[in-house]
């Protein structure tokens, strides 16, 4: 009887998602449960960086707060949208401010993204990257 030769396993593909967050605290908390969703966080403190990372390697899923310092989020996904166009339907929008009082409804509702207002419970997070990563 001769011995089967080792099959490779399966390679898992763990997706890679940027987080880009001007609050440290809440960027930690972001990256923390993402890990445990078996995904890997990188992070960048303004769209500036964002732009940057997202240049240099290949990601899965954007989560992006909404109102940052000079480029806010909705400068960063009409960037991105057009220069990675695949991931124009893979962002997680957070923020702090009221959506509707901060005109950023219309474009959240066209962009088609996902968004959470804060504060907002980590089961909420949770299900939202899950939505996120399924699309």
Excluded: W
């Excluded at 960027?27 to 993402?34: P, Q």
């Excluded at 954007?62 to 991931?87: I, K, N, Q, S």
């Amino acid at each position: 009887m001769t011995a089967m030769p080792d099959q490779p396993s399966p390679v898992r593909i763990i997706p890679r998602v940027l987080v880009v967050e001007d609050d440290y605290q809440l960027a930690d908390l972001l990256s923390e449960v993402l890990v445990r969703e078996n995904v890997t966080p990188e992070l960048a403190a303004n769209g500036m960086e964002a732009l940057e990372k997202l240049r240099e390697a290949d990601y899965e899923a954007v989560v992006c707060d909404l109102m940052m310092p000079r480029v806010d989020g909705h400068e960063l996904y009409t960037t991105v949208a057009h220069e990675f166009p695949h991931l124009a339907g893979r962002f997680l929008f957070v923020t702090g401010q009221a959506v509707s009082r901060s005109g950023f409804t219309d474009f959240v509702y066209r962009s088609g993204s996902l968004l959470l207002e804060k504060p907002f419970d980590i089961e909420q997070l949770r299900a939202a990257l899950r939505e996120l990563l399924a699309r």
